[in-house]
């Protein structure tokens, strides 16, 4: 403390100021690990789709081997109507903390992006969303995020439930917006919301993610309108691609929903 009383007898006004920055830094700390969030969105993304838009940003898609159905996107904290709360707390992501569940990783939450490190996928969700779940103990740290989300993967599985309601991949089928919602509410029995891309290269609508909300004790949990229409639903999540906040499915006409099968496959 000797330091402080010499700053203090010198420059008693900087003393003040490193204080108070020292507090707001204390403050803005707190409220980055606040439980200021009361839902996770867990999202799932169609392998073709997040292809389509990594050829759009330029990006090397690869599908990797093993993957044959619905990747995890994310598991975000969300303020229910909101978007976030996002980058909370300055906790560093480490590979070696998930080396375990790597191999679940590589099918279940794939990074198809060829020309990214192998983990930077998941550096990114950890770092803006996984470290505003260390308030929950299910999720309190990397390994338990990961983990989590992987074994919710079963429960919620993407191509599982849209087959129970007869929506299947399809090279020539289309299929209708609002009757996949509701299809996917028969399933969780909460609403769900349903995200597609545009293919330039084929003209077409092609469904790119499923958003459901769960508690924190992952159950699924009604977070989006019911009105009979994609047009009153909001996606918690900025997404990067776009910034149409609403479902991107068109309600006059259907999307697509084409198989893997190959399709910017990893032939190796």
Same mark, same amino acid.
């Given at each position: 403390?000797?330091?402080?009383?010499?700053?203090?007898?010198?420059?008693?006004?900087?003393?003040? &100021?490193?204080?108070?920055?020292?507090?707001?830094?204390?403050?803005?700390?707190?409220?980055?690990?606040?439980?200021? %969030?009361?839902?996770?969105?867990?999202?799932?993304? %169609?392998?073709?789709?997040?292809?389509?838009?990594?050829? =759009? =940003?330029?990006?090397?898609?690869?599908?990797?081997?093993?993957?044959?159905? %619905?990747?995890?996107?994310?598991?975000?904290?969300?303020?229910?109507?909101?978007?976030?709360?996002?980058?909370?707390?300055?906790?560093?992501?480490?590979?070696?903390? #998930?080396?375990?569940?790597?191999?679940?990783?590589? #099918?279940?939450?794939?990074?198809?992006?060829?020309? &990214?490190?192998? /983990?930077?996928?998941? *550096?990114? *969700? %950890?770092?803006?969303?996984? &470290?505003?779940?260390?308030?929950?103990?299910?999720?309190? &740290?990397? $390994?338990?995020?990961?983990?989590?989300?992987?074994?919710?993967?079963?429960?919620?599985?993407?191509?599982?439930?849209?087959?129970?309601?007869?929506?299947?991949?399809?090279?020539?089928?289309?299929?209708?917006?609002?009757?996949?919602?509701?299809?996917?509410?028969? *399933?969780?029995?909460?609403?769900?919301?349903?995200?597609?891309?545009?293919?330039?290269?084929?003209?077409?609508?092609? #469904?790119?993610?499923? =958003? @459901?909300?769960?508690?924190?004790?992952? =159950? !699924?949990?009604?977070? $989006?309108?019911?009105?009979?229409?994609?047009?009153?639903?909001?996606?918690?999540?900025?997404?990067?691609?776009?910034?149409? !906040?609403?479902?991107?499915?068109? *309600?006059?006409?259907?999307? /697509?929903?084409?198989? @893997?099968?190959?399709? /910017?496959?990893?032939?190796?």
């Amino acid at each position: 403390m000797g330091w402080l009383l010499l700053v203090s007898a010198m420059c008693p006004g900087l003393l003040q &100021t490193m204080l108070a920055l020292l507090l707001i830094g204390l403050c803005a700390t707190v409220s980055a690990y606040s439980d200021d %969030w009361d839902i996770f969105t867990y999202t799932q993304e %169609w392998p073709v789709a997040v292809c389509i838009k990594g050829k =759009e =940003e330029h990006h090397t898609c690869t599908i990797p081997p093993g993957v044959q159905g %619905w990747g995890i996107h994310g598991m975000w904290p969300t303020k229910t109507g909101t978007e976030g709360p996002t980058s909370c707390g300055t906790q560093p992501f480490h590979a070696d903390a #998930i080396t375990p569940i790597l191999p679940h990783l590589k #099918i279940m939450w794939p990074n198809m992006y060829a020309d &990214t490190s192998v /983990y930077s996928f998941w *550096e990114h *969700e %950890w770092s803006k969303h996984g &470290t505003c779940a260390s308030s929950l103990n299910a999720t309190s &740290t990397e $390994y338990r995020y990961f983990s989590k989300a992987l074994d919710l993967y079963a429960r919620f599985n993407g191509q599982t439930i849209l087959a129970n309601q007869g929506i299947v991949p399809s090279q020539t089928a289309t299929y209708d917006i609002k009757t996949s919602e509701a299809a996917l509410k028969k *399933e969780l029995g909460v609403n769900a919301l349903i995200q597609c891309t545009y293919d330039h290269n084929t003209s077409r609508q092609v #469904i790119y993610e499923i =958003e @459901i909300c769960l508690s924190k004790n992952f =159950e !699924p949990v009604d977070c $989006y309108p019911d009105e009979g229409n994609t047009s009153g639903k909001r996606s918690h999540h900025h997404h990067k691609y776009s910034s149409h !906040p609403h479902s991107s499915c068109p *309600e006059s006409y259907g999307f /697509y929903y084409p198989p @893997i099968d190959g399709v /910017y496959s990893n032939p190796n």
